[in-house]
């Protein structure tokens, strides 16, 4: 703050003073920085998104994460069970119980065959429901993962675990875990975008699935619009020139810079570059948008011109768009897939509106050269039940599936993941792991890993002690990498 007394002429010369050297200081960080590398954690300060270097060599370098909020039903999409068939209607058997102290999980629930055909796809012969036919065709470049395993059973606690490591709503989501260790590439567009989905229905955990956390805000995510405006009021209002906006931001600016010389405190250099960069969109969110440069081969792969796929459909696209202007991190959220009730209608809904543009997306980052640097994961907060639901009956046509967190299925794709494997094996009725159980933990040390971290050595200091993405957990899947 300002000094407070003395006259009208003292105050402004010491605010002339002050400002004219901070802003000498950045210019001069700005220069000894291009010279020396040591004075680097200096400009990252000014410039929270300054790209960074991981701690070896990575294999990704960007993150499209595909979040299908509420629960997809693997044994209806992934992972075919023949014994559902055979026991079908019967109750489940005890020894598949024995352990489990779940109140979703009940004993006199009945077990329930899947309505669904499956075919192998590829040369990798990835089992595939009816409803994931495009994906189908992607399996050669997929790696599934059929034994997930989550420590919670309840929506918003789920999705923030699978999206932070951690139920508590302090913690970085992974999207600004990412940010903070590699800064963007992109000068024009944030570091972390998030798209979501026009089901109708929104995502338990809300934003606190791509909260910035501890961190600075700078790392949080930004959520984007496919249509109309990207980002709301990001516009200039009525009557604010382009050289009067400049004028403005360029005072706001100057009085960030000098508090942030006097503190040093890093959500002023975030509250910098967020201006920056929210002035700079104002050109940069309009073109990424437009879509007339993309071919009529593109948009028809995509499914932009099919009412059903249009908005999911726009929204992968943009996602690749986004990479290729050096976003670091790009999460698309859709919803639904908690099938309570009328399981076999609902899957297929959210399936026709999410397949073809899940698998679009995967071929045109590969035939773009974009897959082997792009890291893409498809999956939910956990999976379902092999069992009808109890609390909603299960009247005939209308049957549905309870949460299940014990094993469910993910993809990956790209950004050195092994292709056209399947990681885990899960037990007769596909409701335990039976090889290779993956926790939630150790696909958070994968994903760092691939992106050229030692998930022990991303941390963030907080009130005296380390956080991160991981916890005190996590191991990285060998058997995952390329």
């Not at 299908?68 to 023949?82: I, R, V």
């Not at 509106?353 to 939910?380: C, F």
């Amino acid at each position: 703050m300002l000094e407070q007394g003395g006259s009208l002429n003292q105050r402004r010369r010491l605010f002339l003073k002050s400002t004219a050297c901070g802003l000498g200081s950045i210019a001069l960080h700005q220069l000894l920085a291009q010279e020396n590398p040591v004075r680097q954690s200096t400009m990252d300060a000014v410039n929270p998104l300054a790209v960074k270097a991981p701690h070896f060599k990575p294999r990704a370098k960007n993150v499209i994460f595909i979040f299908m909020s509420g629960g997809p039903s693997q044994m209806d999409l992934f992972d075919p069970k023949p014994k559902l068939k055979k026991l079908h209607g019967q109750p489940v058997p005890e020894s598949f119980l024995k352990g489990i102290n779940d109140a979703l999980i009940k004993s006199t629930a009945q077990v329930m065959a899947s309505p669904r055909t499956f075919k192998k796809y590829g040369e990798a012969g990835l089992d595939f429901s009816d409803n994931l036919p495009h994906l189908g065709t992607c399996a050669d470049d997929l790696c599934m993962i059929r034994t997930v395993h989550t420590d919670v059973s309840n929506h918003h606690p789920a999705q923030m675990l699978m999206n932070s490591g951690s139920t508590m709503f302090d913690r970085p989501s992974m999207g600004s875990w990412v940010t903070y260790g590699l800064g963007s590439e992109s000068e024009n567009l944030p570091g972390y975008v998030v798209l979501l989905s026009n089901s109708g229905k929104g995502v338990d955990g809300g934003s606190s699935l791509w909260s910035n956390g501890i961190l600075p805000s700078t790392y949080r995510g930004v959520t984007f619009r496919s249509r109309g405006e990207a980002i709301l009021y990001l516009s200039n209002p009525e009557g604010m020139t382009p050289p009067l906006q400049r004028e403005r931001l360029d005072a706001i600016r100057d009085l960030n810079t000098l508090r942030f010389d006097q503190t040093g405190d890093p959500e002023i250099a975030s509250r910098i570059a967020s201006y920056e960069l929210a002035y700079r969109m104002q050109t940069s969110a309009p073109e990424l948008l437009d879509f007339s440069d993309e071919s009529q081969a593109t948009l028809k792969m995509y499914g932009i011109e099919n009412e059903t796929t249009n908005w999911f459909g726009s929204n992968a696209l943009l996602a690749r768009r986004m990479i290729e202007r050096g976003v670091r991190f790009v999460q698309l959220y859709h919803s639904t897939w908690d099938d309570h009730s009328n399981l076999n209608k609902n899957l297929k809904t959210n399936c026709d509106m999410t397949d073809q543009p899940s698998a679009a997306l995967i071929k045109d980052l590969k035939q773009r050269g974009l897959l082997e640097d792009t890291l893409v994961i498809w999956g939910g907060e956990f999976g379902r039940t092999p069992m009808t639901e109890v609390r909603r009956g299960s009247s005939p046509g209308r049957e549905g599936r309870d949460h299940h967190p014990f094993s469910f299925t993910m993809l990956m794709a790209g950004g050195g993941v092994k292709a056209g494997t399947v990681i885990g094996k899960t037990d007769e009725l596909g409701f335990h792991p039976v090889e290779d159980e993956v926790h939630i933990h150790n696909l958070h040390a994968t994903i760092l890993h691939l992106l050229g971290f030692d998930h022990t050595r991303l941390i963030v200091k907080h009130k005296g002690l380390d956080y991160r993405l991981t916890g005190v957990e996590g191991k990285v899947l060998e058997n995952l990498i390329a």
